[in-house]
DNA sequence: TGGTGGAATACTGTATACGATTTTAGTATA
DNA sequence: TATACTAAAATCGTATACAGTATTCCACCA
């Protein structure tokens, strides 16, 4: 099946890429003008490109002041990873009742990739997306998918401050390890001891991340 | 301050209220050029706004196919209630650490007007967005601004199928009972307490409209 | 010098217009 | 009758154009 795309949605997904990634630095005022004659589009496009990426809380509007990629304090930081382990831990629980064979197998595919990257010279941009990949594989058979929707955001939101720090290699593989123990509790069926792990796993990194951060800010 | 509306934001609001009152029902498409005649707009508000609502998960977007008021099963009802009850629990917690004698006045002014709710010949449709006052006048204190974003939106979906049956006046004059016990124990500041209201406050309205949703489902 | 008013500028918000895609209806064919 | 193809209509997506609002800059005055 081909996947129509629409000029928005590509735009979107530019201007996602450039905000995580920072090439677009937070509290920059994003220029409707600007952005369309760049990427060679007219304003509607490039408008209601920034009205989902509001909506995924990269970017803040005011009316008639245009769109600015938002800031973040590291109260929000920490705000988010606590989303994060409440939210993953809850639908981890409900996704074990259902779980397949099959499933973990997909999971366990996605964390050999993931091995990939902690070698040297791996594009390092890829963890966010990776990470997402295999921790959704997990949440995927709960069926919850107004849950999973709201994780995805946080992972988006949480992705772009994982970016801030890229010298965080210890962290990868620490969380590396911890993705492997997690699937072994999957197999496991151990409800309770992979919630657990899932919570520290999520709270330490967001307290990795804090840690990088603090003295910049 | 005087608050500049465009037009865009006129016709979020006008349709969310259409969506969750039902006036359009669920699974409807939503064709951009009669919903911009009847409004006397362009399509262009018309699309930003139903870009709006999709974020706000009232609605879905097919690309070239335009958007639909979405359709609710019973699972989803109850995830919903079961996200709510984690969330908003999380964030009194939060709250009560730092609510003040006013944050609580407030919310007591608040449950007064609920009051009036209850006498016959009220507006029975001011429910919604009163309860959401209330209870975000106790969510309040925490600053924790991502996680009221996300409750606030779960309320918006809540209030759509609360609207389903209007006919839940024993439901509310409970709802109200425990707004009023959930409010003293902020007062006493006892958190477990008010925690574990809030939980069994939550999830018995969701089964409650759970109960009264399925002889139609 | 510091502050106020107002025109010029830049930018956003919305309408209109056009091109692309999907849906529908009808016709021909097996 | 059922299916496949085609043309027309309906609808969406995007470009262009215009209108409205915020910002900037400079002249003017205390």
Redesign the interface.
């Known amino acids: 099946m081909i996947t129509?795309k629409?000029v928005t949605?590509s735009v979107v997904e530019i201007l996602r890429e450039k905000i995580i990634s920072h090439e677009i630095e937070a509290g920059t005022p994003l220029r409707q003008n600007a952005l369309a004659d760049e990427l060679n589009v007219s304003r509607?496009p490039v408008?209601?490109a920034l009205?989902?990426l509001?909506?995924e809380?990269l970017v803040e509007f005011a009316?008639?002041r245009g769109a600015v990629a938002t800031k973040i304090s590291v109260?929000?930081v920490s705000?988010?990873f606590?989303?994060r382990a409440?939210?993953e831990c809850?639908v981890l629980g409900y996704a074990l009742d259902r779980i397949t064979e099959e499933d973990l197998e997909i999971a366990q595919l996605i964390l050999e990739e993931f091995d990939e990257l902690l070698k040297p010279g791996a594009d390092r941009y890829a963890w966010g997306s990776l990470n997402w990949k295999f921790h959704r594989s997990l949440y995927l058979p709960s069926?919850?998918?107004?849950?999973l929707?709201?994780i995805r955001q946080l992972h988006t939101n949480c992705d772009r401050y994982l970016r801030i720090q890229i010298q965080l290699v210890a962290d990868f593989s620490r969380a590396e390890e911890e993705h492997h123990e997690l699937l072994r509790l999957c197999w496991a069926r151990d409800k309770r001891g992979a919630k657990k792990l899932l919570k520290t796993h999520i709270l330490t990194t967001g307290r990795g991340l804090i840690r990088a951060f603090k003295p910049v800010a």
Chains 1, 2 share one sequence.
Do not use: M, N, Y
């Not at 069926?143 to 849950?147: A, E, L, P, V």
């Open positions: 129509r629409t949605s509607i408008r209601e009205l989902q509001e909506a809380g009316p008639h109260d929000e705000e988010l606590g989303l409440i939210l809850d069926g919850r998918k107004r849950t929707g709201l």
